[in-house]
């Protein structure tokens, strides 16, 4: 188990189950404008109080605080006027009479784990008007034009039915580490040219932030940080942007972006026929850029056309039509193109605000958000989301995402549907074999959860057998690195809190006993295997460390880990799983270990869990709570067991235990 960030499959990761997802000029040109409105830098010596004030500079240093790269639907914090003015309000809670807040959502564009888990949220709040309660006024930001619509409604149509759910811990570390990545970015860029700049403080009511945006940009300042636009009654709109940069040439302002998301990918210079436009993040000069590649973040895309369209309507946009991201590695900033992107965004738009509107209706429909959405498990009438789709028998239960919306478009919209499938494969369908597909469905009726693609499972064994487990947090490091051999566990930690040089001195004495026992049985003439459940955070971790650690005692190089993870010894039984078994469930080791007849000591054990047991264990926010490393040391040691088992259960007793392809071939053995 790992407790950073963002791996897509096979095991736990932030609260998801690995395989699940399977499934599924100067600076800025500052120098020419020396009539715009110039205002300090807010730590430095303020000289200029009418400025200050009038523009409400932020004195904390901090970023805006209220863009996070998480949806504020991800969460509902409990609302009470103390905790206002800082608050991480679900975008649903209703507020009081004419109550306006410090808008803590409309900057925020993206559900981040940044490895680009694309998880949307329902950004919609519902504004009442002192004296009109009856008439509220929805509003919805650019976050709520991706992910789902039923959620959107649900929103929308029960402001207070979350008030009181605890945040998800994996949400609230995603929108920390998206916060401080602002924060960083902020600092250095403003640091480059303090002049230029300008700061809407962030603790300002909504409607004040939005006239101070206003007011700084129609005075022609060059940057402005933490731009709030104001909100469109007639229309929804609401949002912000980290960065309104000013058009020198054309006039009118380009939104930039500032996410906790990879945005391009360094790439060798070839003949191409597309090069994404990057500019210098401290110097606009967009050009084709051939050193990158581009990923494909449709949210940010979205995100920017609704800012275009807002300052549009003021006479802010720049006629350039382009707006910018910077990303999670802060090197360039990636020019888009809105031209390209207005007419699906105008399209998305008047969709989503019809759903916050109540004029179209929704239904769920299994998705990767569901993992973590709170209306997964309730509803307003009692019934979440899981239960409704699965008394609905909905095809999306075993066909998640947008292989139901395939399967939909052939009138196929229950399992029993898809179980009774006959004829050819839809000519549109693109999710690997449609037959597992119709298996699947057959399965989960049967109540199989697991089901052989193969005659005889088999998995690579050896005379000597280690099972291998990390922990990470964030980006920060590996702090855990748990084994398992001969029946004895052997965690190398370190309890410092990441990140920490000591994390090298762990990871050195965890490689050389790992060496040593593979060394050792080589000299004694057996065979060895070390086994991880998924490897890419393994492999990854490997890596980083030997590259970080580099030189320091037992930390192997770069070429010893790849001659490792490359060879025949390092066997990932995720991999076996996959090639091996039909899993309606998922594949992640929390649902194919009990399979095999394990279970975890810790009920509450998950990758979501684990990231608020470690703040606790090193003591981040208060003294280190010893009872959290063990708690976290049982977990991680549960997983290696949870491995090892897996492994002797597929070698002893699957054939036997888990039922073959041919038992699904037709729909009445299934049923
Ligand atoms: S649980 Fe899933 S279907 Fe239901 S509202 Fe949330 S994301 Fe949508």
Request: hydrophobic share 25%; proline share 11%.
């Given at each position: 188990m790992e407790s950073g960030n963002g791996d897509r499959d096979g095991r736990e990761r932030n609260g998801r189950e690995r395989g699940e997802t399977s499934d599924f000029g100067g600076?800025?040109?500052?120098?020419?404008?020396?009539?715009s409105a110039r205002y300090p830098?807010?730590?430095?010596?303020?000289?200029?109080d009418a400025t200050a004030a009038a523009v409400g500079i932020?004195?904390?240093?901090?970023?805006?605080?209220?863009?996070?790269?998480?949806?504020?639907?991800?969460f509902a914090t409990v609302v009470d006027s103390a905790a206002a003015d800082n608050a991480e309000l679900a975008d649903n809670v209703e507020l009081p009479?004419?109550?306006?807040?410090?808008?803590?959502?409309?900057l925020a564009d993206n559900v981040e784990p940044p490895d680009n888990v694309e998880l949307a949220d329902s950004a919609t709040s519902v504004e009442i008007t002192s004296g009109v309660t009856e008439t509220p006024t929805a509003f919805l930001d650019?976050?709520?034009?991706?992910?789902c619509r039923h959620r959107l409604h649900l929103n929308a149509t029960n402001p207070?039915?979350?008030?009181?759910?605890?945040?998800d811990a994996g949400v609230r570390q995603r929108r920390d580490a998206a916060d401080a990545h602002r924060s960083r970015v902020r600092e250095a860029l403003i640091a480059a040219d303090p002049e230029a700049w300008v700061v809407i403080d962030p603790s300002l009511r909504a409607s004040e932030r939005a006239e101070a945006t206003m007011r700084v940009c129609r005075a022609g300042t060059h940057h402005v940080w933490g731009g709030l636009l104001p909100q469109e009654p007639d229309t929804g709109r609401r949002g912000g942007s980290e960065i309104l940069l000013?058009?020198?040439?054309?006039?009118g302002y380009i939104p930039v972006l500032v996410v906790n998301h990879k945005v391009t990918d360094p790439r060798r210079p070839e003949p191409a026929d597309f090069h994404p436009v990057t500019s210098d993040p401290y110097r606009w000069a967009p050009k084709p850029d051939p050193y990158r590649k581009l990923r494909q973040q449709p949210r940010d895309q979205q995100r920017l056309a609704h800012l275009y369209r807002m300052l549009q309507r003021h006479g802010?946009?720049?006629?350039?039509l382009v707006g910018g991201v910077i990303g999670?590695?802060?090197?360039?900033i990636l020019v888009h193109d809105l031209a390209a992107a207005l007419a699906d965004y105008d399209q998305r738009y008047s969709d989503r605000i019809a759903v916050v509107r109540g004029e179209l209706p929704t239904v769920p429909s299994k998705v990767?958000?569901?993992?973590?959405?709170?209306?997964w498990t309730r509803g307003?009438?009692?019934?979440g989301c899981e239960g409704w789709l699965i008394d609905h028998r909905d095809v999306s239960l075993v066909a998640p995402g947008s292989r139901a919306e395939v399967l939909r478009g052939h009138g196929v919209h229950t399992i029993d549907d898809l179980a009774d499938w006959v004829g050819?494969?839809?000519?549109?369908?693109?999710?690997?074999?449609f037959d597992e597909a119709v298996i699947t469905a057959r399965a989960w009726i049967a109540g199989a959860r697991m089901v052989r693609r193969v005659e005889s499972v088999s998995v690579r064994r050896a005379d000597v057998e280690v099972d291998v487990d990390l922990e990470s947090f964030q980006e920060y490091g590996a702090y855990l690195w748990g084994t398992l051999l001969d029946g004895v566990y052997r965690p190398f930690a370190t309890?410092?809190?990441?990140?920490?040089?000591d994390e090298g001195r762990s990871f050195g004495e965890f490689w050389t006993w790992l060496t040593n026992i593979r060394d050792d049985a080589v000299a004694a003439g057996k065979t060895f295997a070390a086994y991880c459940y998924s490897r890419t955070a393994e492999d990854k971790w490997l890596y980083e460390s030997a590259k970080r650690f580099?030189?320091?005692?037992g930390v192997p190089t770069k070429e010893q880990v790849r001659a490792f993870v490359d060879g025949p010894q390092w066997v990932d039984m995720f991999q076996a799983v996959s090639d091996q078994f039909i899993c309606p469930n998922g594949k992640g080791l929390k649902k194919v270990a009990p399979v095999a007849g394990f279970a975890w000591?810790?009920?509450?054990?998950g990758g979501e869990a684990s990231m608020s047991w470690y703040r606790l264990a090193v003591g981040?926010?208060?003294?280190?709570d010893l009872g959290q490393r063990t708690r976290l040391l049982e977990y991680n040691e549960d997983d290696v067991r949870a491995t090892q088992v897996l492994r002797t259960w597929m070698t002893d007793r699957a054939d036997l235990e888990v039922p073959g392809l041919a038992d699904f071939a037709r729909r009445s053995i299934a049923t």
């Open positions: 600076r800025y040109g500052g120098d020419d404008c020396a009539e830098r807010p730590d430095l010596p303020d000289d200029s932020d004195s904390t240093g901090v970023g805006p605080g209220d863009d996070n790269d998480i949806g504020a639907a991800e009479d004419n109550v306006e807040l410090p808008d803590s959502t409309g650019a976050r709520a034009l991706i992910g207070r039915a979350l008030i009181g759910v605890l945040e000013r058009d020198h040439d054309r006039g802010l946009a720049s006629p350039a999670y590695s802060f090197d360039r990767p958000e569901c993992r973590q959405c709170p209306w307003a009438d009692g019934v050819e494969d839809p000519e549109d369908w693109q999710h690997g074999p309890w410092d809190p990441l990140p920490t040089e580099a030189g320091r005692p000591r810790d009920a509450e054990a981040y926010d208060a003294a280190p």
